[in-house]
């Protein structure tokens, strides 16, 4: 089964927008995903850096979303039934966004049973 998670605010392999960034207001962009695999009872987002200088960088964890769950709104920064956790710079700050940087972080989402 294939599971897509994407984004309006911006294409696959494209910069992400400033006013998603850290160079903008932290807003975090809408996203959108198809249905889990079957099973699925929970998800977990997550925002990283894989070409950070010191190595991969986590900006943003949201997890023990509800299965049910198919996307984020725009400027919604985390589900009130979702956990957000700390990141690489040890913060579980209640951010609006993401944080990362306009080019090479990575939005993944995970399933699980």
């Given at each position: 089964?294939?599971?897509?998670?994407?984004?309006?605010?911006?294409e696959?392999?494209e910069?992400?927008?400033k006013?998603f960034?850290?160079?903008?207001?932290?807003?975090?962009?809408?996203?959108?995903?198809?249905?889990?695999?079957?099973?699925?009872?929970?998800?977990?987002?997550?925002?990283?850096d894989?070409d950070?200088?010191?190595g991969?960088?986590v900006?943003?964890?949201?997890?023990?979303?509800?299965?049910?769950?198919?996307?984020?709104?725009?400027g919604?920064?985390?589900?009130?039934?979702?956990?957000?956790?700390?990141n690489?710079a040890i913060?579980?700050?209640v951010r609006?966004?993401?944080?990362?940087i306009?080019?090479?972080?990575?939005?993944?989402?995970?399933?699980?049973?």
């Amino acid at each position: 089964m294939t599971f897509h998670l994407t984004s309006p605010a911006f294409e696959s392999g494209e910069d992400i927008p400033k006013e998603f960034t850290c160079d903008g207001p932290d807003s975090s962009p809408s996203l959108i995903w198809t249905d889990p695999p079957p099973g699925t009872e929970t998800l977990a987002l997550i925002v990283d850096d894989p070409d950070a200088p010191s190595g991969t960088w986590v900006h943003w964890i949201l997890y023990n979303l509800p299965a049910t769950t198919r996307g984020l709104s725009e400027g919604m920064g985390h589900s009130k039934d979702a956990t957000i956790s700390e990141n690489s710079a040890i913060t579980a700050l209640v951010r609006l966004g993401a944080l990362p940087i306009a080019i090479f972080s990575s939005f993944m989402l995970w399933t699980a049973k």
